[in-house]
Protein backbone atom coordinates (compact mmCIF):
# COMPACT_ATOMS: atom_id res chain seq x y z
CA UNK A 1 0.00 0.00 0.00
CA UNK A 2 2.15 2.47 -1.26
CA UNK A 3 0.99 6.42 -0.14
CA UNK A 4 3.52 9.73 -0.99
CA UNK A 5 3.11 12.80 0.18
CA UNK A 6 4.37 16.00 -1.68
CA UNK A 7 4.93 18.78 0.73
CA UNK A 8 5.12 22.66 -0.27
CA UNK A 9 5.11 25.20 2.54
CA UNK A 10 6.16 27.56 0.09
CA UNK A 11 3.11 27.00 -1.89
CA UNK A 12 0.72 26.10 1.37
CA UNK A 13 -0.12 23.02 -0.31
CA UNK A 14 0.36 19.62 0.14
CA UNK A 15 -0.33 16.46 -1.81
CA UNK A 16 -1.15 12.74 -1.33
CA UNK A 17 -0.87 9.71 -3.47
CA UNK A 18 -1.35 6.29 -3.18
CA UNK A 19 -1.65 2.80 -5.00
CA UNK A 20 -3.02 -0.34 -3.69
CA UNK A 21 -5.26 0.86 -1.58
CA UNK A 22 -7.63 -2.08 -0.44
CA UNK A 23 -11.63 -1.03 -0.86
CA UNK A 24 -13.19 -0.02 2.77
CA UNK A 25 -16.44 -0.86 3.40
CA UNK A 26 -19.87 1.24 2.70
CA UNK A 27 -19.15 4.20 4.92
CA UNK A 28 -16.41 4.11 5.73
CA UNK A 29 -13.37 6.14 4.07
CA UNK A 30 -9.40 6.67 4.34
CA UNK A 31 -9.13 9.97 6.46
CA UNK A 32 -6.32 12.03 6.41
CA UNK A 33 -4.49 13.67 9.28
CA UNK A 34 -2.38 16.84 9.79
CA UNK A 35 -0.31 16.90 13.29
CA UNK A 36 1.34 20.45 15.07
CA UNK A 37 4.10 20.93 17.32
CA UNK A 38 1.79 20.48 20.31
CA UNK A 39 0.13 17.28 19.00
CA UNK A 40 -3.13 18.55 17.99
CA UNK A 41 -4.25 16.89 15.35
CA UNK A 42 -6.74 18.36 12.68
CA UNK A 43 -8.48 16.00 9.63
CA UNK A 44 -7.47 17.44 6.41
CA UNK A 45 -10.12 15.61 3.57
CA UNK A 46 -10.45 11.80 2.79
CA UNK A 47 -9.44 9.50 0.23
CA UNK A 48 -11.84 7.45 -2.00
CA UNK A 49 -9.98 4.65 -3.64
CA UNK A 50 -13.34 3.86 -4.73
CA UNK A 51 -12.08 0.15 -5.22
CA UNK A 52 -9.31 1.12 -8.10
CA UNK A 53 -6.89 1.33 -5.02
CA UNK A 54 -5.57 4.47 -6.19
CA UNK A 55 -6.31 7.65 -5.19
CA UNK A 56 -4.89 11.40 -5.11
CA UNK A 57 -6.20 14.61 -2.93
CA UNK A 58 -4.69 17.89 -2.10
CA UNK A 59 -4.42 19.65 0.96
CA UNK A 60 -4.55 23.73 0.85
CA UNK A 61 -7.47 24.96 3.26
CA UNK A 62 -4.84 24.94 6.14
CA UNK A 63 -1.59 26.83 7.43
CA UNK A 64 0.52 23.91 6.22
CA UNK A 65 3.40 25.76 7.88
CA UNK A 66 2.84 24.51 10.85
CA UNK A 67 2.75 21.08 10.04
CA UNK A 68 5.15 18.00 11.48
CA UNK A 69 3.49 15.01 10.96
CA UNK A 70 0.76 13.78 8.01
CA UNK A 71 -0.94 10.86 8.66
CA UNK A 72 -4.15 8.32 7.70
CA UNK A 73 -6.41 6.19 9.10
CA UNK A 74 -9.27 4.33 8.16
CA UNK A 75 -13.16 6.23 9.66
CA UNK A 76 -16.55 6.25 9.09
CA UNK A 77 -17.28 8.86 6.71
CA UNK A 78 -18.43 11.32 9.39
CA UNK A 79 -15.58 11.32 11.71
CA UNK A 80 -14.42 14.75 12.63
CA UNK A 81 -11.63 13.14 15.15
CA UNK A 82 -9.53 9.97 14.59
CA UNK A 83 -10.80 6.59 16.50
CA UNK A 84 -7.52 5.23 16.18
CA UNK A 85 -4.17 5.68 15.97
CA UNK A 86 -3.39 7.27 12.44
CA UNK A 87 -0.37 5.60 10.95
CA UNK A 88 2.46 8.10 10.20
CA UNK A 89 2.83 8.99 6.52
CA UNK A 90 5.56 11.70 6.42
CA UNK A 91 7.56 13.53 9.36
CA UNK A 92 7.87 17.09 8.60
CA UNK A 93 11.79 17.95 8.52
Request: proline share 6%.
Amino acid sequence: MPVSVMYSPSHNMAGVSTTNLPALPEGKVYKLWLYDAQGTIVGSGTLNSAGRGAGVTTMTEHDLSRVTDFGISIEDESAHSPSQKPAMLENVV
